[in-house]
Nanobody
């Protein structure tokens, strides 16, 4: 069983910054990719950023140059530094961790979500 605990969401004015954290705990045999998705009201969940176990990153076009994803492999934690926030970044942000379970099978675990609200 893997638990993901997210933190760092909140209310911020446009142009401001927030830093999200997501810590994975429990029985983890190997962590592969880690990432963040978001879902705004009435919209589909979308990928925001992803970082592989090798450190390669990719970002949604809408956040490139403003958001930075990073990870701490010792702590099994993924971060999302969000700068120059815009009202359209308002959404519930979910972390996702791809890992190997005790049976050797690949599994994706999701966090509970954290609300980010950007006021204009």
């Amino acid at each position: 069983q893997v638990q993901l605990v997210e933190s760092g969401g909140g209310l911020v004015q446009a142009g401001g910054s927030l830093r999200l954290s997501c810590a994975a705990s429990g029985t983890i045999f190997r962590v592969n990719a880690m990432g963040w998705h978001r879902q705004a009201p009435g919209k589909q969940r979308e990928l925001v950023a992803k970082v592989t176990s090798g450190g390669n990153t990719n970002y949604a076009d809408s956040v490139k140059g403003r958001f930075t994803i990073s990870r701490d492999n010792v702590k099994n934690t993924v971060y999302l530094q969000m700068n120059s926030l815009k009202p359209e970044d308002t959404a519930v942000y979910y972390c996702i961790v791809d890992h190997i379970d005790r049976f050797g099978d690949p599994v994706s675990s999701w966090g509970q979500g954290t609300q980010v609200t950007v006021s204009s």
